[in-house]
């Protein structure tokens, strides 16, 4: 069964919640112009955050990371969303001689070794990038829900990221089943991994399906009892 049958439902809310997440991305168009981007996962709540700002007929630069351990699913979007939008989205990839001098030290399975090492790998092949990504930037947005977990659950829709830059979260109120029901509606391009029961899909090694009644983020790194978190939406992670 697919997640959109799974778990499709449009609110008597949504309406209010559509035009009012476009509204904080028009605002934040306003103020930012080109110091604003997406930082897009490539999950479906960023999905839905650039399908939000199309729609709106919003310009909104739109970067990823392509950490080297991706799913070819995840990867397969990128065409999809250049036909869709009209516009390529900007890849930002670890530095290549990092990466190799991390894995000749510390093996290409060091994730699994400690949490140091696991939060070592993500610096590498996320933070790094990310700092590139947001350099010369003042607003960056994300996809961020409260839902996913506890560790999210203050998620702001405009916050202070740590490094003198706006942090926006257009749709941190939204529900699962409403970003299923947006995504039906407009016929968003999703990765085909959460059809498999993956709301948090990462790289291809930490990222496994969840069972039913787990956490929204219990399928990335299952193997640690830590926050399910990289670095990425921490101030630590975010002033790099």
């Known amino acids: 069964m697919s997640a959109i049958a799974l778990y499709a439902r449009w609110s008597a809310a949504l309406d209010d919640k559509v035009r009012m997440a476009q509204q904080r991305l028009r605002a934040a168009v306003v103020q930012h112009g080109d110091g604003l981007v997406q930082s897009s996962s490539l999950g479906v709540e960023?999905?839905?955050?650039?399908?939000?700002?199309?729609?709106?007929?919003?310009?909104?630069?739109?970067?990823?990371?392509?950490?080297?351990?991706?799913?070819?699913?995840?990867?397969?979007?990128?065409?999809?969303?250049?036909a869709r939008?009209?516009?390529?989205?900007?890849?930002?990839?670890?530095?290549?001689?990092?990466?190799?001098?991390?894995?000749?030290?510390?093996g290409e399975d060091a994730m699994f070794k400690s949490i140091e090492l696991r939060k070592a790998c993500c610096g590498v092949r996320k933070l790094e990038p990310l700092s590139r990504m947001l350099a010369g930037r003042s607003a960056w947005i994300t996809g961020l829900r409260r839902e996913q977990s506890g560790a999210r659950a203050e998620v702001a829709f405009n916050e202070d990221d740590g490094a003198g830059r706006r942090k926006l979260s257009p749709i941190a109120d939204w529900t699962w089943a409403e970003v299923w029901a947006y995504v039906q509606k407009f016929e968003v391009p999703y990765n085909p991994l959460h059809d498999?029961?993956?709301?948090?899909?990462?790289?291809?090694?930490?990222?496994?399906a969840i069972a039913v009644g787990e956490d929204f983020r219990a399928g990335r790194w299952w193997w640690e009892d830590s926050a399910k978190e990289c670095g990425l939406h921490s101030h630590e992670g975010s002033s790099r």
């Open 85 to 106: 939008y009209g516009r390529e989205v900007a890849v930002f990839r670890p530095a290549e001689e990092q990466v190799i001098q991390f894995v000749r030290r510390e």
């Open 196 to 208: 498999e029961f993956m709301p948090s899909i990462g790289c291809a090694p930490c990222t496994r």
């Open 46 to 82: 960023d999905m839905v955050v650039t399908e939000l700002a199309h729609q709106a007929g919003l310009h909104i630069a739109v970067a990823t990371l392509d950490t080297g351990k991706l799913h070819a699913q995840t990867l397969a979007l990128l065409p999809r969303m250049a």
